[in-house]
Nanobody
Framework: QVQLVESGGGLVQAGGSLRLSCAAS????????MGWFRQAPGKGREFVAA????????YYGDSVKGRFSISRDNAKNTVYLQMNSLKFEDSAVYYC????????????WGQGTQVTVSS
């Protein structure tokens, strides 16, 4: 199994920045992609960004392109989400997720971390 633990959420003013971290443990060799998703109250889950665990290719949702950046440190089994130029509508619970090398679906999820952007 893979365990994921997020950190770094909090309250920030619009236009500010935050960096989220996601530490993976357990059978990390089973990870194909690491991604970030978010969910605001009353809304569905939204894809934010993903990074290929081996190789480092990155993918972004349209709403965050040019503002957010995903990166990884394989030595630390950690993925980061650098969020710049934050907007009120970025407020949500952010979840870290890992896709399996076999299923290629997001099978592993963290507990989530709250990001609140004040306008």
């Amino acid at each position: 199994q893979v365990q994921l633990v997020e950190s770094g959420g909090g309250l920030v003013q619009a236009g500010g920045s935050l960096r989220l971290s996601c530490a993976a443990s357990g059978r990390t060799s089973r990870i194909y992609d690491m991604g970030w998703f978010r969910q605001a109250p009353g809304k569905g889950r939204e894809f934010v960004a993903a990074i290929r665990w081996s190789g480092g290719s990155t993918y972004y949702g349209d709403s965050v392109k040019g503002r957010f950046s995903i990166s990884r440190d394989n030595a630390k089994n950690t993925v980061y989400l650098q969020m710049n130029s934050l907007k009120f509508e970025d407020s949500a619970v952010y979840y870290c997720a890992g896709s399996g090398t076999v299923s290629r679906s997001y099978d592993y999820w963290g507990q989530g971390t709250q990001v609140t952007v004040s306008s």
